[in-house]
């Protein structure tokens, strides 16, 4: 009896919840962004453009905008909406701060014979990823603000580094070196959307390292595919220290916690040797780093740098 | 004051600092022995990282419930046995103050790895007194554990401690002093570790033995060269230097409690936070 009751007194245990760690969401640039649907308007008429602004800490914020036009003789900011004032194009900015959005070209017209839109076009099973020596003839079509085709043979082409790929009268586009350039068609002065191509390997290659002790080697090599994906392949020869719940992230820090959660898991890895992720909708710059993470832990074991 | 009582609070003390760490130099008489229900508790969100450099890190948290004992067989060989029969591990949620985002905790409730061993007492009247034990680790713990399947309550691998231990009492002023020195030959790619620790006990009434003791573990480095996914951060060439009291109360003359603590002042590979534990014992 006397040691069933010191066993009873005993066993009272010290179960723990499951507690909660607070941080502060990681720093990043704020970002001031406006859309819309429409880009071409009437003269006399008038609409919203949509603003949104993401804070230091990637939070949707609402905050007071103030409004830009290239050319009020065109577009008009009148009570945060966007009035047509004459034929043309003007672009139209926000600002908040010292922070400006990107811009959006709006076309203004006065009837249903001016050029409203123009569009580039690729021909069937070309894509803007293109090799260096490639060439690839494009075409642009313009249009009323109705939509319907507007005959037109006059076009400028355009390029923006023509030391990356050259266009000539006839909208033929030469692929010349290594890098990314906009291409652009402007038909009775109206100008397309830009449309961007990457000529040649667009990869970044970078040499692990271990950090805190941890052993991390091999290299990584990022590459965007010609479906505009992004890879991330490991070599062969990768090794690191694997524990339980070991992951590979891209991430703007080397740092663990700001890695889990701000950065972009792809996998977990369970043993070394070479693997390969591909993720969509990444850009091959859009991430500083590779980190070999510890997750439950959020405790990096090393990072590559890929240049 | 009591030499028996003054031997068994020393016992107390030493398991609850390591749970290896029993009895020191002292073995039981045939048939006489020692049972405690313990629990200890490590809250950690910092870490000791290969390097010895202290990083936040997701919080852990390690509950242990543990039933030890030991039993003397002979006048000189006293069986001991841990039992962590209810260990649970826990893993923070997170949650951003700006954007609400959370990334979701979690847990593990298991048995814990259990223990086993022998020591064989001699030179037990002289002024110091030497065991030399085995103790063998047996790997009932969860090593892939909760949601994730990333959090553990045991390394998973049987391991064996030779060790030995040396005692002198300085009675009747109330004081003694303990040293041990261990081999830990572990398996599974692990590396194997040198112990060693020393302790200093007083006892200023006869209920009360105050004590404080450190305990340091280094890393042979002879494990397989890189962590797998057995022998995770948290077990594999973890090396720490500790001190930590303990309080021991004698309720009666066979039963009180024990409360304590251990602090790593340096470390590698290892949480860097107190490990708290607290422990009612019975002698018989």
Redesign the interface.
């Known amino acids: 009896m006397r ?1 069933r009751n ?2 009873l ?17 990681p720093i990043v640039d704020p970002i001031l962004s406006i859309s819309s649907t429409k880009t071409s308007i009437l003269i006399g008429e008038s609409f919203e453009i949509e603003t949104t602004f993401t ?1 230091e ?3 949707v914020e609402s905050v007071p905008i103030t409004w830009q036009s290239s050319n009020v003789a065109i577009a008009a900011i009148v009570e945060d909406k966007i009035l047509g004032v004459s034929s043309g194009q003007a672009t139209i900015f926000a600002n908040y701060k010292e922070i400006l959005s990107n811009g959006i070209e709006i076309t203004v017209v006065g009837n249903l014979n001016e050029v409203a839109t123009v569009e580039i076009t690729l021909p069937d099973n070309f894509n803007t990823q293109l090799n260096e020596g490639q060439t690839v003839q494009l075409t642009a079509s313009s249009f009323n603000i109705e939509g319907t085709k507007l005959e037109r043979e006059e076009i400028a082409w355009m390029s923006s580094n023509d030391n990356i790929a050259s266009i000539n009268d006839t909208g033929l586009l030469q692929a010349i070196s290594i890098g990314t350039t906009n291409i652009t068609a402007s038909i009775d002065g109206v100008t397309s959307a830009p449309l961007g191509f990457s000529i040649g390997a667009q990869v970044r290659t970078g040499t692990f390292q271990g ?5 991390v080697s091999g290299s990584v090599l990022l590459e965007v595919n010609g479906d505009g994906d992004l890879k991330v392949v490991l070599s062969e020869d990768f ?7 070991t992951f590979i992230y891209l991430s703007n820090s080397t740092s ?2 700001p890695t ?2 701000g950065g972009l898991e792809l996998g977990e890895i ?1 043993s ?1 040797g070479g693997v390969a992720y591909t993720v969509s909708d990444v850009g091959l710059n859009d991430y500083q780093y590779v980190v070999v993470l ?6 990096t074991f090393g990072f590559s740098e890929p240049k | 004051m009591n030499m028996k009582k003054y031997i068994a609070f020393s016992i107390v003390f030493l398991f609850a600092f390591k749970v290896t760490y029993a009895g020191g130099g002292w073995v039981y008489k045939k048939g006489k022995g020692f049972f405690k229900a313990g629990q200890s508790l490590i809250y950690a969100d910092r870490f000791f990282d290969g390097n010895g450099e202290v990083i936040d890190i997701t919080t852990i948290g390690l509950y242990t419930s543990s039933l030890y004992g030991e039993y003397g067989l002979t006048d000189k060989l006293t069986a001991i046995g841990y039992f962590p029969f209810f260990v649970r591990s826990t893993l923070n949620e997170i949650k951003f103050r700006q954007s609400g985002n959370s990334v979701p905790g979690d847990e593990v409730n298991a048995l814990g790895d259990a223990q086993i061993g022998l020591k064989y007492g001699f030179n037990q009247e002289n002024p110091i007194v030497f065991s030399v034990g085995l103790t063998v680790g047996i790997p009932l713990g969860e090593t892939m554990g909760g949601e994730g399947r990333i959090l553990q309550t045991g390394d998973g691998e049987w391991n064996q401690l030779l060790r030995i231990d040396a005692s002198h009492s300085f009675y009747p002023k109330p004081f003694y002093a303990s040293a041990t020195l261990g081999f830990n030959n572990r398996t599974q790619g692990f590396s194997d570790e040198i112990h060693y620790g020393f302790e200093l006990g007083y006892t200023p009434t006869e209920k009360i033995t105050v004590i404080i003791k450190s305990y340091t573990v280094n890393s042979l480095y002879n494990g397989d060269g890189v962590m797998t996914m057995s022998n995770g951060i948290f077990s594999n060439n973890t090396e720490y230097f500790s001190i930590g009291p303990e309080l021991i109360y004698g309720i009666t003359s066979d039963f009180g409690f024990t409360a304590g603590a251990g602090f790593a002042f340096s470390g590698k590979r290892i949480l860097a936070s107190p490990n708290w534990s607290a422990g009612l014992f019975m002698t018989f």
């Open positions: 040691f010191f066993l007194i005993s066993l009272i245990f010290l179960s723990g919840c499951i507690g909660v760690d607070y941080f502060d969401d804070n800490y990637g939070v950090v805190g002790g941890y052993k090794e690191a220290d694997i524990a339980l719940g663990g916690i889990r959660s369970t070394n510890c997750k439950p832990a959020s405790l």
